[in-house]
Nanobody
Framework: QVQLVESGGGLVQYGGSMRLSCAAS????????MGWYRQAPGKQRELVAT???????NYADSLKGRFTISGDNAKNTVYLQMNSLKPEDTAVYYC?????????WGQGTQVTVSS
């Protein structure tokens, strides 16, 4: 059983910053990448950013420059630093882990940006 636990969500004002964390535990047979996705009400879940175990990163084009993903391989933990937040960033943010043969998801953490 693989478990992903997100933390750090909440309410933030327009232009503010927030950092999310996700810790993975359980029987994981090789981590290829971890990342963050988000889903706003009435919208599809979308990519925010991913990072491989080698440190390669990938961002949604609209978020590059405002969001930064980082990870700690020893702790199986990934972080998302979010800056210059906008109301459009309001969503449930989900942690994702990709092993060599499976994808796993956390329960999500709500991020609300006030206008």
């Amino acid at each position: 059983q693989v478990q992903l636990v997100e933390s750090g969500g909440g309410l933030v004002q327009y232009g503010g910053s927030m950092r999310l964390s996700c810790a993975a535990s359980g029987s994981i047979f090789g981590i290829y990448a971890m990342g963050w996705y988000r889903q706003a009400p009435g919208k599809q879940r979308e990519l925010v950013a991913t990072i491989t175990n080698g440190g390669s990163t990938n961002y949604a084009d609209s978020l590059k420059g405002r969001f930064t993903i980082s990870g700690d391989n020893a702790k199986n933990t990934v972080y998302l630093q979010m800056n210059s937040l906008k109301p459009e960033d309001t969503a449930v943010y989900y942690c994702n882990l990709q092993s060599y043969n499976n994808y796993y998801w956390g329960q999500g953490t709500q991020v609300t940006v006030s206008s």
